[in-house]
């Protein structure tokens, strides 16, 4: 069974910045596109960035200028650089691929941003 393991997640005030880290346990990760995703209480699980295997890139607007996605396939990890960090981005976030989520969920990392 694939396991998937975010972390990095936290407490930080506003405009902090954080780096979550996504590490999946399959030979398969450097040929999917990934995304990280995440979770505000109450509402649903959202893609807010995604990254191709060659590394091209898609952000959400909310996102966009602020967040920064990477991936080392050598390591089957993927990154999330988050700066300028808002209340309104407090969540859990998840890793998966993109579109289609083929992985089991992992517990996801969870972030909150207050001051």
């Known amino acids: 069974q694939v396991e998937v393991v975010e972390s990095g997640g936290g407490l930080v005030q506003p405009g902090g910045s954080l780096r979550l880290s996504c590490v999946v346990s399959?030979?398969?990760?450097?040929?999917?596109?990934m995304g990280w995703y995440r979770q505000a209480p109450g509402k649903r699980r959202r893609v807010v960035a995604d990254?191709?295997?060659?590394?091209?890139?898609m952000y959400t607007d909310s996102v966009e200028g602020r967040f920064s996605i990477s991936r080392d396939n050598a390591e089957n990890t993927m990154y999330l650089q988050m700066n300028s960090l808002m209340p309104e981005d407090t969540a859990v976030y998840y890793c998966?691929?993109?579109?289609?989520?083929?992985?089991?969920w992992g517990q996801g990392t969870r972030v909150t941003v207050s001051s």
């Open positions: 399959a030979s398969t990760f450097g040929r999917y596109r």
């Open positions: 990254i191709t295997p060659d590394g091209r890139t």
């Open positions: 998966n691929t993109s579109p289609a989520n083929y992985y089991v």
